[in-house]
Structure formats: C-alpha cells, structure tokens
C-alpha cells in the first residue's frame, strides 16, 4: 500500500478529488505525485499543534518498539477530536504525550514538537492543561460535592464563596445534582454509578478552568447511553468554555461518533487518517481501502474493522503545520500555587481525615482495640511487690512497647500506594507542594494513632497498675505512648518513601522489626550484648521506648519497691547491708534500663526529626517524575 501525505485536507477538497474520478491513493501530495495539499486556512485558529511526535520504548531482546511514529496535526478551539484506532495502536501513547504524562521509560525524538497556543510545555501550564485518566481517580471515601470542593479549595485562588459558586457550577454543568451528596465509592465501597464517576473526574479537572482537555476513552465500560451523555457534555464545554478537547475512544456508537468534530485514526503508531469526522473521513478510508462501507454500517465500527484486518498496513497522512507553529497569545498561568502552604497543609489534613472517618472509624475497630487491650490487660491483673513481680512489669513495657511500634508502622506503611494515583493527579497540576502532602499525610496519622492507643493500651494499663498507679503516672504513660507512637509512624512514613517497589514493602518492614525488637533489650540486656554490636542499640528507637515504658512504670508516681527472694539474682539481696528490698534503680541497673526519661524523651524527638526528613528526602525522589 503507498504512502498517503496530505495536510490538512478539508471535506471539501477531498471529496472533489474523488468525484473527479482519479485515482483516490494519487491525491496532491499522494505517492508519486511529488507535491502535497495545500492545507486549508485552519491554522489562524490552531490553539494546539503537534509535530513529528515519535517515541520508542526498549523491549526484553535489547531492542526498540516504535509506538509513535511522525505523528503531526493540530487541534482547535471550540471543538472535539476524537482519536481512534485498534488496541495498541498508541492511542494513550500520544494523549499523555500531548498532555505531559509520558512515562519516563518512554523514549521522545528530539524532532518531536507540540505548542500551546505558541508556547512550548512549561511548569506553567499545568493548571491550564486537563487530563481524564482511562481508570476513575477520584476519593471514593468522600461525597461527589466533597470531592470537588476540596479541589477548589486547592486548585482555585479567592473567597470560598468563589469556590463553591464554581463548585455548584460544575455540578449542574456535569449532571450530578441527584447525586452530589452520595459517596463516590468504588472497589468495595458502593457509591455513584460509573458515569456519575466518570463526570467527577471530568469534573475536577474542570475546577481550574483549563483550556486544553485530554480524555483517555472517557466511555469505556458505559452503555451506549451513558457514553453519549459524557461526551454530550464534552461537546458543551467546548462551546461555552472554548476548550480544546481530545479524546480518544474505541469504538463509538453512530450517535457518539456524530458528536465529533475531527478525527485521528492511528493505526501502528502512525498517522493514517487526520481530518474532519464525517464524510470526509468515510470517502478517505474507502479510497484507501478500495472498498466501500456497507449501508446501515457505523462509520466507526467499519474503519476498526479495517484496522484489525490489516487493510490500512503502510497507510500513513502526514500533516504539515506550515505557519504560526510558535505564534500565539495564549497566556500560561503563574508558576506558583493556587493557595498558601499553610491552606494546602490544612486542605490535605482535612481530606485524609475524612477518608479515615469512613475507612477506619468504625464500630468493629473500636471493638476490636477495646477487645485487645482488656485481653493484654488481664494477662497482669493482680501484680503485686514480691520480685516474682519484676519481671512480669518488664514484660508489660515490652507489650507497650510492640503496640507502639506495630501499630504504627503498620498503619502507614501502604499511605503512598494508596494515594498514588490521586498524588499523581495532583502534583502533575500543580495542585499543592509535595511537601504540604507530606506534612499533612504524616500529621493526618496522629488522630487515628491516639484512638487506636487509647482504646488498646489504656485499658492494659489501668488492669495491670490500678493498685499503683496514679495521675502523675498515667498522664506521663500517656505523652510517652503518644510520643513513641508518633516516632514508629514516622518510621514507617520513611519505610513507604524509600521503597520504590510496593512489593518489597512487607520484606522490607519485617527485617525493620527484627531489627527493632531484637536489639531493644528485652530479650538480651545491652551489658550481655557484644561490645561491637551496642551501637545498634544505641541507634535503635526501640531501645528508647523500651526504657522510657520501663522507667514510668518503675520511676514516676509512688515507685513501688520489691521483695527480695531467697535465691535472688539481684546484686542488692546479697549485700551485706542489705534490707532486703529491690528499689526501681536496682532494677533498671539490672536490666541495662537506666537511661534518664529526660533522655530517651531528646533522643526519640531527635529520631522523629531524621527520620521525618529522610522520609521527606526519599518522597521527594519518589514523585520527582511528577514535579517536571
């Protein structure tokens, strides 16, 4: 099959051609002819160009696969395009090249060109350029209503009187008044339906009034129905908001395809076909076919079905943009934030806590905390001041102490796989700075870790020191659960950051607990421990905890003292001055437990504070991809 170059070839033109009774392949500019079409006067409204996009990706064997192949064109205000082709044909490939979201694995040709509006891809453009993912990226843990003011209120400067006008707006724009205070939901959570879902997402892209809107296939997985309302709507927004939208789709019904304006078949990477979507595109793909498409027949369906039967094989249009490429007036937006860093901090805090509300707060997990803690807790009812009793005291730290380190880590450890789609989505408009997100994330921890200790731990303790305990006692016990606590969910924060592969989380995590537990001096007293190994006790957070559990439950409030036994392994009973009673001191000399509380209280702020800044070092590495 020859090689078709045209550009820009109207309805019109191409239609004469045919009626002229030339070979349809011998267009101006066909093979052979040696000239090429005039493009017609489109470029005086061209607000987005395209030219030469080529980009390969590596394969196992060492080589390369070409997934776009010299593809030129331009896209205008006011208007729909629809971009169509077989699976794999690089239908997303060139809708995340236009929008910026290329893979960083996928290699671009230097040659390859766009301009928006006469302006090359600049940090500036961000909030002006929209994209609708293929799969739903939304907060299913919040209300549709939700979901959007919480974008303005990031993605959107002014009053928020300003921002709930425009929110209220894109309500009604969209169609979602029936269900504007139900939960999105998804996966296991019930909530809208899946084009209700898809006009969210649309929705929030539309908050920061972009100009340039691409759709990767916005109907897929809707009925014929639901897929022409979506793209309806599109349409509209073209005309009241003079947006340039793109869309790819597969397989449009007739009432769908007739929505759209212009065209872009590829097939192979390439650029068989680029023009108006009617006739013009119907009498093209006959005369490249030599075959004619059946009465009653979709349009669509049969240039598919062309593809998929390899009847377009070598076919490739190339469009030239041959003035104004880099000419424009189009004005970017300012490279800064919609709203202050303190706002942002707030806007993330609040949104992660609803989602927790929903997806942690429930009854079964209150029950279930509550459940745990009085279970530890009867384990040491009745302790009493013999020294029979030390040793049970050391073990109730230690239990204070792997509640505070598990829980924690735990509850973090999946926060950035969770959020990764919706951090994407964020950062690549410019939505908020990663580091608000990272304060925000790791502060939106703290509430649930104060529940979840305070159902657990706080009924332990008042089972096992009811006798002798007290206020002084417990509020300390309290402020250091917290403050541990805090510390191995910052662990953990770190942990999620420097992972890059969510699949080595749990590996990683495990061998983090060994680590922990092995060396925090519960199961070998630092003294016992060889002199070349102490060092990793004393980097070690846990053995911090573990003292600082150790000394408010020996040392502050009435510090109760013990009985010595007949074959005590207390130096103290066997003194020749001895009274027969083991005081807290002897105890944490015994055990290697005497750092001051003071101390361990600086030295896990000081662990909290590195390990928070090399959690924020590995996130920031994390998301750079997204930050271009």
Partial sequence: MPKLIASGLSSMEFTQHLESGKDPLA????????????????????????????AHVGIPNGGKKVIMDGITGSAHTRQVMAVMGATGCGKTTFLSALGNRL????????????????????????????????????????????????????RLSGTDEQRAQRVEELIGQMKLEKCADALIGGGMLRGVSGGERKRVCIATELISKPTFLFCDEPTSGLDSETALVIIEVLQELTCDAGMCIICSIHQPSSQVYAQFDDLCFLDGGRCVYFGKAGETAISFFSAATKSVCPAKYNPPDWFMEQAVR????????????TSNFHVGSFEAQDRGFAVPFGEQVAVIFARSWEKTKVQKLTTPFYLQNIIIGLVMGTLFIGLGDDESDIFPRVSVAFNFLMGAIYLPIMEVLFVFVEDSSTLRKDLLVKAHHPFAYFVARTL??????????????????????????SFEQFFTFLAAQFLVGSIFGSLGICVAAFVQNPAY???????????????????????????????????????YGFALFFQVILKVGVAPSFSCDELSSFKTCDAVNSNGKITPDDVLEHYSMDTPIETCFAALLGMFAFCFAIGYYCFKQKVAKWLQ
């Fill in 103 to 154: 893979d960083p694995s996928v290699a671009v040709s230097d040659s390859s060109q766009i301009s928006y509006g006469g302006q090359a891809w600049s940090p500036a453009l961000k909030r002006r350029v929209g994209f609708i993912e293929q799969d739903d990226v939304t907060f299913p843990h919040l209300t549709v209503r939700q979901a959007l003011t919480f974008a303005a209120r990031l």
């Fill in 444 to 469: 939106s921890v703290a509430p649930v870790l104060g529940v979840l200790l305070m159902l657990m731990k706080v009924s332990t303790y008042i089972l096992t020191f009811y006798k002798y305990g």
């Fill in 310 to 321: 390899g009847n377009l094989a070598g076919i490739k249009m190339d469009v030239e943009i």
């Fill in 27 to 54: 267009v101006p500019g066909g093979a052979g002819s040696g000239t090429k079409l005039a493009a017609g006067n489109l470029e005086a409204s061209v607000k987005l160009s395209f030219s030469n996009l080529t």
């Fill in 505 to 543: 989380l749990m590996t990683t995590t495990m061998i983090l607990f060994v680590w922990l537990i092995s060396f925090s001096g519960f199961f070998v007293p630092t003294s016992s421990i060889m002199p070349a190994l102490r060092w990793m006790v004393a980097i070690n957070p846990a053995s």
